[in-house]
């Protein structure tokens, strides 16, 4: 556990009057698996939101790999390293699993268009050479037997495993999971909870958001807590389970008390 | 139901590659055909047959296919298409009239005007999504024929006459009434344009068009470059409409902005809509249809319109996906899950 990945630096996200995010600052370290949690309406999407470049930080600076991401066009942090999930899935969902994978994997491939119209040797070789390892990413996954059905037609929590397949299918160095588990049952969790170690031992480095508080604690290495856009906890599970501010912020403060 | 796209696919996909050369070739022969038919049923009481084939149903295929790159493939709601069929007809007509090129030369010329008038109309206007897009599109169609309308030195409203015919090749003569031959040689550049079609929609440029129709952010989020995609697409349908207006000035050999309102536009809209919007073989049906019916029921004289709109209204609700809708690649499930 030593080089840093991903290092928030105070950033801060003003939507107009409202202050989603308040002078946060965390690091993810290489391999690690760090969850993200906090109440409802928390921040915890915007902190991914920042991250991806959907939305541009009000203040202060967000480092991958020790390079500012500020002003980076969405589609070259993902191409620098950094795929996503969605919270509510946003599958391609008339093409099939394994075309939504290979989409994905199309972002380090050198050929194009004109190199697929005139039917170059480049545009083949990576082709096939992409199919192949989309096809070893829905194995990995567990969901290498769903390849050639409309992501549309897959039972709910296929689907939730084709996002993280499809997020590993851009080869990146940061996954970053919202809420996998979402609608999961108990069986479910367990299965996802080993998925997420899986890709962890397979070298990537994890910032998981979620909800389910079994999930988060027994997965992560790790666990920062946000509530109403300021980070009130960053510490070992164990640690944060038993944090008096985290407790309040999920639980409230006893009438007595204040 | 009876499923033609799905009763296509499955003779397709059951064939081998030898059948498959003898399929697509019958089918271009049986077009090919289509000239000789004019004796039968399908001859068109007013219009002449000959020249209906040409345009507008082969001139309506090759911009609906054109069409359906923007629409069909990427999803970009285009409402002013005409102006690059305008463009390319214009170039013809200038071209044709002040230099001593062929239509042939021109014909490149035509193509790249229009190309690079889809870039400048494309990189403001790809930065809007959905209705945006469609206004500025439809403001575009409009500005090109109220330019051209305003414009004298290509003729203002009196448009360009005497735009010369192709040469003649092969000894074959272009000539106003050989509706044949122009037919025939339109027919090869639909061919042209559904390989080009074809070659792009697989790989990497047809699952990046694919990706940006379906979910456009969850596709920049996945590295897919969506605005040089979509800079594409509008650049490649506007080149098929380019190709389109050169090959009709070099028909009808007289044009004026009255040929290029926004009423051509939806037309073509229609076709691809009416066809199956993203199957190059439902578009080609849609403009064929669409082309061909209003001159096929001439014979109702002022009621015509009227049964080619409510033939319109009422496969928009029977089959709201198209004649042929888009193919769904779904593959059966192997055994073992089927239960």
Known sequence: ?258 | MFNLRDFGASIWERSDRKMRVLIALSAIAVAAMLPFLGGTFLNTPVADYGSVLVFPVAIFAIMALGLNIVIGKSGLLDLGYVAFFAIGAYTMGLLGTKTSLNTWEILPIGIAMAMFAGLILGVPALRLRGDYLAIITLGFGEIVRITALNLNAIGGANGIIGIPTPPTIFGLEYTFDNHRLYFWTFLIIILLTIWMIRRLSVRRGGRAWESIRQDEDAAELMGVPTFKYKIWAFVLGASVGGAAGVLYASKTLFISPDNFTLQVSILILACVIFGGMGNIWGVILGAVILGYLPDRIRFLSDARLLVFGIVLVLMMNLRPDGILPRKKREKALPAKDSK
Request: hydrophobic share 40%.
């Open chain 1, 1 to 258: 556990m030593s080089e840093s990945v991903l290092r928030l630096e105070n950033v801060t996200m003003q939507f107009g009057g409202l202050v989603a995010l308040n002078d946060v600052s965390f690091e993810i370290k290489k391999q690690e698996i760090l969850g993200l949690i906090g109440p409802n309406g928390a921040g915890k999407t915007t902190v991914f939101n920042v991250i991806t470049g959907v939305y541009q930080v009000t203040k202060g600076d967000i480092k991958f790999l020790g390079k500012s991401l500020k002003g980076q066009k969405r589609y070259k942090i993902t191409y620098g390293g950094i795929a996503r999930t969605f919270q509510n899935i946003r599958l391609w969902g008339e093409m099939t699993a394994l075309e939504n994978v290979i989409t994905a994997t199309d972002t380090h491939k050198k050929s194009g268009l004109l190199s697929g119209l005139f039917g170059l040797p480049i545009s083949r070789k990576e082709e096939k050479r992409d199919k192949a390892r989309a096809q070893e990413i829905l194995d990995f996954i567990g969901i290498g037997e769903y390849a050639d059905r409309l992501a549309k037609n897959l039972p709910y929590g296929v689907q939730r495993r084709l996002e993280i397949a499809r997020a590993l299918g851009t080869n990146p160095k940061l996954l970053l999971l919202d809420e996998p588990a979402a609608g999961f049952n108990p069986a479910e969790k367990v299965e996802l909870a080993k998925t997420i170690r899986k890709i962890r031992d397979a070298g990537y480095t994890v910032l998981l958001i979620e909800h389910d508080m079994s999930l988060v604690m027994g997965v992560s290495d790790r666990v920062v807590v946000i509530d109403f856009g300021q980070k009130i906890a960053d510490d070992l599970p164990a640690k944060v389970q038993n944090d008096k501010r985290v407790v309040e912020a999920y639980l409230g403060v006893p009438d007595d008390a204040s």
